[in-house]
DNA sequence: CATGGGATTGACT
DNA sequence: GTCAATCCCATGC
């Protein structure tokens, strides 16, 4: 395991939706024992139909509106867990998607996890990162400043990157818009950037 | 109460 | 390249 690192204050994600997701990459998410550097992330704001929020306040949107800090973990197609972290005012409704990690400590246990050695398969992928992390829906509406889900700032050898911006992955709707946020050229993507 | 659609992944042609 | 797995929940009757 690295040194602990001071994990973000909820006031980290009382910003635009878009600073956050782009603030995200270089961050260290950590649980059950691994981490990983943030590589991928994804911006989701009320306004546009791609978000779980769009569509108002229900028992499934509840966590996205309210307090940032907090992890919205969602189910997807019925089989993957995904984790967002709620940002902006508390009832804006707004998230960002950790799409992809690089695995940094903890490496065994993410095998264990995924059932996989490869490292590149680890947290190349929303729906891998959760099962690599052990992270669940049991964690939806928990604080990431106090854990068991850990965001925390930038390690020291990871101050320096360059963020692109690109289209978000797999939806149909809102689909332009350019709210996918990576470092260019990192072998954890879940896809290449464009 | 019945239906349908995913912010995905992995296996297969 | 195609496609099924599988379940939560929003929507509509």
Avoid at 30 to 58: D, M
Avoid at 119 to 148: M, R, V, W, Y
Avoid at 168 to 187: D, H, Q
Wanted: proline share 8%.
């Amino acid at each position: 395991m690295t040194a602990l690192a001071q994990a973000l204050p909820a006031a980290f994600y009382d910003r635009p939706v878009l600073d956050v997701s782009r603030d995200l990459i270089g961050c260290v998410v950590s649980c059950g024992g691994s981490a990983g550097v943030i590589v991928e992330t994804e911006a989701y704001h009320h306004s546009e139909p791609a978000c779980h929020a769009f569509v108002g306040l229900t028992p499934r949107t509840g966590v996205l509106f309210g307090p940032p800090g907090r992890a919205y973990v969602y189910r997807s197609y019925g089989i993957h867990a995904c984790l967002n972290a709620v940002s902006e005012r508390e009832g804006v409704g707004a998230a960002v998607l950790i799409r992809a990690l690089e695995p940094i400590s903890g490496i065994e246990p993410m095998r264990e996890r995924r059932g996989l050695e490869r490292l590149e398969s680890l947290c190349s992928g929303p729906g891998k990162l959760t099962q690599a992390l052990g992270i669940t829906l049991d964690h939806n509406g928990s604080s990431l400043s106090k854990g068991p889900v850990l965001i925390s700032e930038p390690p020291p050898s990871w101050r320096e990157f360059s963020v692109t911006a690109g289209p978000r992955v797999g939806i149909t709707k809102a689909a332009e818009l350019p709210w996918r946020f990576c470092i260019a050229g990192n072998r954890f993507l879940s896809r290449p950037a464009r």
